[in-house]
């Protein structure tokens, strides 16, 4: 018998699923973006998107599985993809699964002078004391930017890229993409609070700590896994060649 939290399929239908979910979602950038997973500890091997697919068409088997310590880059990836997600697959810590985004409100929020997200409601504050932000845009991702990337990668849940998008980082697809969901929910929230033109009104710090690790509990207790699982179920109805 499987529980809640179990997921069922091989974790290259978890990140195509993944990815479909980012498509309807609205979180993605056509062909270009994308999501990563380590197939080995030590995060040498990785899976990635070819270069030219759409989320919304990702199929298991489309999934391209590269040695980020190999000295050339295979021509089916996309090169930021292999300097930005080799780097932290490289680097990282605990890097799992490594998502990138240029979703819509966690972009807006990348381009403010000061792109801080306060804790002004319970998804924000998920995310207090855990954003870091990177302020050193210097074009599209390939060289110095990749290995001072790859350097921060696992140091915090959520990377901001200044100027530029978002990257979410999880042991696993599930944690990554949680992560990443809602956190975009966070920034959707508060962008649309501060578009009101009224003040908004962050909690004390120590409600926001609090409330962060209530969050950290409930996905210790397999929230991430649910949330995942559940979205199998979903696709499963109704595009289930994700998993061929
Ligand atoms: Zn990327
Ligand atoms: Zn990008």
Same mark, same amino acid.
């Given at each position: 018998?499987?529980?809640?939290?179990?997921?069922?399929?091989? !974790?290259? *239908? =978890?990140? /195509?699923?993944? %990815?479909?979910?980012?498509?309807?979602? #609205?979180?993605?950038?056509?062909?270009?973006?994308?999501?990563?997973?380590?197939?080995?500890?030590?995060?040498?091997?990785?899976?990635?998107?070819?270069?030219?697919?759409?989320?919304?068409?990702?199929?298991?088997?489309?999934?391209?599985?590269?040695?980020?310590?190999?000295?050339?880059?295979?021509?089916?990836?996309?090169?930021?993809?292999?300097?930005?997600?080799?780097?932290?697959?490289?680097?990282?810590?605990?890097?799992?699964?490594?998502?990138?985004?240029?979703?819509?409100?966690?972009?807006?929020?990348?381009?403010?002078?000061?792109?801080?997200?306060? !804790?002004? *409601? =319970?998804? /924000?504050?998920? %995310?207090?004391?855990?954003?870091?932000? #990177?302020?050193?845009?210097?074009?599209?991702?390939?060289?110095?930017?990749?290995?001072?990337?790859?350097?921060?990668?696992?140091?915090?849940?959520?990377?901001?890229?200044?100027?530029?998008?978002?990257?979410?980082?999880?042991?696993?697809?599930?944690?990554?993409?949680?992560?990443?969901?809602?956190?975009?929910?966070?920034?959707?929230?508060?962008?649309?609070?501060?578009?009101?033109?009224?003040?908004?009104?962050?909690?004390?710090?120590?409600?926001?700590?609090?409330?962060?690790?209530?969050?950290?509990?409930?996905?210790?207790?397999?929230?991430?896994?649910?949330?995942?699982?559940?979205?199998?179920?979903?696709?499963?109805?109704?595009?289930?060649?994700?998993?061929?």
């Amino acid at each position: 018998m499987t529980t809640a939290t179990e997921l069922s399929g091989t !974790p290259r *239908e =978890q990140l /195509a699923c993944a %990815f479909r979910w980012l498509a309807r979602l #609205d979180m993605h950038e056509g062909v270009a973006n994308h999501c990563s997973l380590a197939t080995q500890a030590d995060g040498r091997r990785f899976l990635v998107n070819p270069e030219g697919r759409h989320f919304a068409e990702m199929r298991a088997s489309d999934l391209v599985e590269v040695d980020a310590s190999a000295a050339q880059r295979p021509e089916s990836i996309d090169p930021t993809a292999w300097a930005i997600h080799g780097a932290m697959h490289r680097q990282g810590r605990g890097v799992g699964c490594v998502m990138h985004a240029h979703s819509l409100y966690a972009t807006a929020l990348a381009c403010l002078e000061t792109p801080e997200l306060p !804790p002004v *409601e =319970q998804n /924000a504050m998920r %995310f207090f004391e855990r954003v870091h932000i #990177d302020a050193g845009f210097d074009g599209m991702g390939l060289d110095e930017e990749a290995e001072r990337l790859g350097k921060l990668a696992g140091t915090a849940p959520i990377l901001l890229l200044g100027n530029h998008g978002v990257v979410a980082t999880g042991h696993d697809v599930a944690e990554a993409f949680d992560h990443l969901y809602y956190f975009e929910r966070a920034c959707r929230s508060y962008l649309v609070a501060r578009a009101s033109g009224l003040p908004v009104r962050p909690v004390a710090p120590e409600i926001a700590r609090k409330t962060a690790q209530q969050w950290e509990d409930y996905l210790a207790q397999g929230s991430a896994h649910m949330h995942l699982a559940a979205l199998m179920r979903l696709l499963d109805r109704d595009a289930p060649d994700y998993r061929d």
